[in-house]
């Protein structure tokens, strides 16, 4: 053998690079046992503070990418594109966009994830649905993206597995906001596709991963190298992350509110932002329309049919569509309202994902079950004039005792001022491949 554990553990902890060699040792090794997850959760700490350097992160994304299967859907003609986020709070845009732009002929593989630290995961959200799965093999995976353009699918025991492995691993040892680690985690990922074009939704604010606009301009950059290096056309949008998206925050919350949006129902914000991915995604795959075609798959029901024949295609009850009363949602509520008149100026994505996560949305413990019935309702946001007494939110869960511990968390999420704020635009930045 020719390296251990500890001593790649000391290189990187002592500042030093690892050889491609050494990284593909060790991402072979930790795929299959060799090294524990003790091991890796320090490797991941010293990568947290030391980072990787252009090659290390050139090696680590590669190991990780041929930990297991890549994926080949040449046989399928259309342009086969994916969309990622770096992660954020109530962001379930990935759900009603990959059916809106499939509905329009864009063939979407979308592989997800689930919730890491403060946000939630898609995964976590769509499994909310009864009897859905998001476990496919290989040959399952191929015959529901033949059969429907889309998939929505976490990732086999086969594809990409060092990923998998690591990811929980990172969310349970406090290594999630690491640039390498989440670059080389998202584009492993999505070249194992076996992608045309890829849309990167980067997040930057409180509740992002990289909360400076220069820290997520820099994990852009990063990942839309990454792309062109492997041949896959990149597009990142940089999107503001300072309060949560929508108007709800946890699984079934989401997936009620995902439904609204393909039903043309949703929050301006959500709906913006998908039109805004929708638009990018198309123009990659080189389809003709852009927002008027987008807007006709809403309007018509298409790209709500697209939802239902996937959700039934991976095993989901599609009565839930119909009826979201029917989503499992907690037992008790508890309101937060406001303690004077004035204009919300703060509504913090980082306290409220926080407090969700806590309450039992999220997990502590990469072996936690996630209660997909707690959920926060916002009931004003940022710019929202309120008086005192008005509620603020909405909150739904299933341990009191963990309410009484995480209530006056959450409620410090919201600031009241006497002026209304200036808007914030929710895309920031675009960059492409070069």
């Known amino acids: 053998m ?28 930790y795929t299959d046992g060799s ?62 966009l990959a059916p809106l732009v499939a509905s329009v002929g864009v063939v979407v593989p979308m592989m997800s994830g689930r919730g890491l630290g403060h946000t939630g995961g898609t995964l976590d959200k769509l499994e909310t649905i009864p009897g859905f799965t998001s476990s496919l093999d290989p040959d399952r995976f191929r015959q529901v993206l033949h059969a429907h353009g889309l998939v929505l699918a976490g990732q086999s025991a086969t594809l990409v597995p ?116 929708g638009e990018v995604m198309l123009e990659l795959a080189g389809i003709d329309g852009g927002r008027a075609v987008l807007t006709e798959a809403m309007e018509s029901g298409r790209a709500l049919q697209k939802f239902v024949d996937v959700v039934v295609a991976q095993g989901g009850d599609p009565s839930v569509i119909e009826s979201p009363e029917l989503l499992p949602v907690c037992a008790h509520e508890a309101v937060i309202t406001a303690e004077r008149d004035g204009y919300v100026t703060r509504c913090d994505a980082r306290t409220i994902g926080s407090a969700a996560t806590r309450l039992g949305a999220g997990r502590d413990r990469k072996e936690d079950a996630i209660d997909p019935g707690v959920g926060i309702t916002l009931e004003a946001k940022v710019g929202d004039r309120v008086e005192v007494g008005d509620p603020l939110a909405r909150v739904r869960f299933g341990d009191p005792a963990r309410w009484q511990t995480h209530e006056k968390a959450l409620t410090s999420a919201w600031t009241i001022g006497d002026s209304a704020p200036e808007p914030q635009a929710l895309v920031i930045e675009r960059i492409d491949s070069p």
């Open 2 to 29: 020719p390296f251990t554990a500890v001593e790649l553990i000391e290189t990187k902890r002592d500042g030093g690079a690892l050889s491609r060699d050494a990284i593909e040792w060790l991402i072979r090794a």
């Open 35 to 96: 090294v524990a997850d003790y091991q890796m959760s320090a490797m991941a700490m010293a990568v947290y503070l030391n980072g990787l350097n252009a090659e290390e992160l050139a090696a680590w994304t590669g190991a990780m990418l041929h930990s297991g299967d890549v994926l080949d859907f040449s046989d399928i003609p259309a342009a086969k594109v994916d969309k990622h986020s770096t992660g954020g709070v109530g962001d379930k845009i990935s759900i009603p």
């Open 162 to 277: 060092a990923d998998r492995m690591l990811y929980a691993l990172r969310d349970a040892t406090g290594t999630v906001p690491s640039l390498p680690l989440i670059a080389s985690s998202i584009m492993s990922k999505k070249l194992a596709e076996g992608l045309d074009g890829l849309v990167l939704d980067v997040k930057t604010g409180s509740g992002a991963f990289m909360p400076t606009l220069e820290g997520s301009r820099e994990l852009a950059h990063t990942m839309v190298g990454i792309g062109a290096r492997h041949g896959v056309t990149t597009t990142a949008l940089i999107t503001w992350m300072g309060q949560p998206l929508g108007r709800e925050v946890g699984n079934t919350n989401e997936i009620r509110e995902s439904i609204d949006v393909l039903r043309g129902e949703g929050p301006e914000d959500v709906t913006e932002l998908i039109l805004a991915f």
